[in-house]
């Protein structure tokens, strides 16, 4: 919808209808650095209003089958894949994210997560056991939970909304999203496909807005059992804080400092180029990102030089490049905090082998004031320095020589974070071995981001609480019930 001086404005969905709020945030184009779009300041009013659209919802959608539910899911799942290219276009703008990322992984997911949520929850079943010698039969039903708060990032927009969406409605729950302020537009144009699709007024509902506002008038609200948040670590200590006092569910899905291990026997051909891209996909910006590369002594020369061939390769553009490896990073402030942390990597004695400072970025005039950063790799960093303890979540990489498997298993749990790992040998048992001990929700062996939506997804220690995932997300999103029946 156009807006203000023809930028798009976008407005809050609730109880299917597109309403209009009283003030606005300033969007920015992340490849210019101009605002190109208002979103929503909703507060207290706009999540009153949503609670009540979504309680109202709850009784019908709730009490519909598994099946009839399944078909609305399919349906959107259609709808959304028949708007790809326009929704990846979006998200692209948005985000600061390439076209072709958007195109290949951002959208088809968004889509592949209803479609396999609506597949999933027909197959849930629940337990049933008995005591033969007391009489018993005892089993499990299960049921949704209400209404549902949805809190995502602002790195992988649709997808991650997407992602909590889906299994929270296929469930029999009534939600209330609330998108990053930074990147609220595909969610906003997912919502005018919903009515189409079947989905009841009030089953699905979107405020717009920013953390502390919106945010924590939702996450505080009574009427809101349940929270799903995924984002940065001490957003989700303060939201804890706020949920305490009423008992509510929560996962958390958050940050990673994530260690790839490379042995001798690694097969450099395929773990260079997908390093590479773990390290620097979607401009660094995912929390699945390897930050910390451990290369064992014997190979660390050999890897260095290649890694650094790469990486010089790995081409940063305007993200409607469609040649483009990376494109722009969300926001200036964000931008900023990402290259402290190269300056503070050189007052620690470290090097910059390549990107910020280092080489030069070439781009169009349009696209000088935008978010832009090379991708870089610093060397000679100790294991204590910020830049390998904390989340940079941009598109820098450390790369440190390690000598023995003991030692390298221990320096990569020595963060506070455990979501994800790789790890690359050719020596099977070594691969299970090191797997086997890492702390980490996730390890990847020679490849990465292979994803089984069946199993769990989620991190341990700092990295969050729950899993996510066909069956967990179904067992987070509804409530349990154990009855015994003597006869
Ligand atoms: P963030 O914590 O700043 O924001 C996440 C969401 O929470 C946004 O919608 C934001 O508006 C909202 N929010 C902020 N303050 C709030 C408050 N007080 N109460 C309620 N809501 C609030 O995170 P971000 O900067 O948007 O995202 C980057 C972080 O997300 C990184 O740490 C990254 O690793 C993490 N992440 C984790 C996963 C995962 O699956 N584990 C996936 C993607 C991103």
């Not at 990102?289 to 020369?301: E, L």
């Not at 960093?381 to 941009?394: A, L, Y």
Request: hydrophobic share 40%; charged share 20%.
């Amino acid at each position: 919808m156009a807006g203000r001086g023809g930028l798009l404005m976008l407005e809050n969905f609730i109880g299917g209808k597109f309403l209009p709020c009283s003030s606005y945030l300033d969007s920015y184009d992340p490849s210019t650095g101009e605002v190109y779009c208002h979103v929503p300041d909703s507060g207290e009013e706009e999540v009153e209003a949503a609670v009540e659209a979504a309680r109202a919802a709850f009784p019908g959608w709730s009490s519909r089958s598994p099946q009839e539910r399944s078909q609305v899911l399919q349906r959107l799942a259609d709808l959304l894949e028949q708007s790809l290219e326009e929704l990846a276009q979006a998200e692209s703008r948005d985000q600061g994210k390439t076209i072709t990322l958007a195109r290949t992984m951002d959208i088809p997911r968004a889509v592949q997560n209803f479609r396999f949520f609506a597949s999933s929850t027909l197959h849930q079943t629940s337990e049933c056991t008995q005591m033969d010698h007391l009489g018993c039969l005892h089993y499990t039903v299960r049921a949704p939970v209400g209404i549902a708060a949805l809190i995502s990032p602002w790195n992988l927009p649709l997808y991650l909304l997407t992602w909590k969406i889906a299994p929270a409605i296929a469930a029999g729950n009534t939600v209330i999203a609330k998108p990053s302020e930074l990147t609220s537009v595909t969610a906003w144009m997912m919502c005018r496909l919903l009515e189409k699709a079947g989905v009841p007024p009030g089953v699905v509902n979107v405020v717009f807005g920013t953390g502390p506002r919106v945010g924590e008038a939702l996450v505080s609200h009574p009427d809101v059992p349940l929270i799903s948040f995924t984002g940065s670590q001490p957003t989700a200590e303060r939201i804890t804080q706020l949920s305490a006092p009423h008992c509510k569910k929560l996962s958390l899905e958050l940050g990673g400092k994530n260690p790839a291990i490379v042995f001798e026997d690694a097969n450099l051909d395929e773990c260079i180029p997908t390093t590479v891209r773990s390290s620097f996909a979607n401009q660094g910006e995912i929390c699945l990102c390897t930050s910390r590369i451990f290369v064992q002594r014997s190979i660390y020369s050999e890897f260095l030089k290649r890694f650094l061939e790469a990486t010089r390769k790995w081409k940063v553009g305007i993200p409607s490049d469609p040649s483009a490896d990376m494109g722009a990073l969300i926001s200036k402030a964000h931008l900023e905090k990402v290259r402290s942390y190269i300056k503070k990597a050189r007052l620690e004695g470290a090097q910059i082998l390549c990107g910020e400072g280092v080489d030069k970025l070439n781009l169009p005039p349009r696209n000088q004031a935008g978010y832009f950063m090379l991708p870089t790799v610093i060397t000679d960093v100790k294991d204590e320095s910020c830049c390998m303890k904390e989340e940079i979540f941009g598109p820098v990489t450390c790369v440190v020589p390690f000598d023995s498997e003991e030692e390298v298993i221990q320096r990569a749990n020595g963060v506070k974070y455990g979501l994800a790992a790789t790890v690359w040998s050719g020596n099977v048992g070594r691969v299970h071995r090191v797997a086997k001990r890492l702390q980490s929700g996730l390890v990847w062996t020679n490849c990465w981001l292979i994803r089984e939506l069946n199993l769990p997804f989620g991190g341990m220690k700092s990295s969050g609480v729950g899993r996510e995932g066909a069956r967990d997300s179904y067992e987070f999103f509804t409530e349990v019930k154990t009855i015994t029946v003597k006869h």
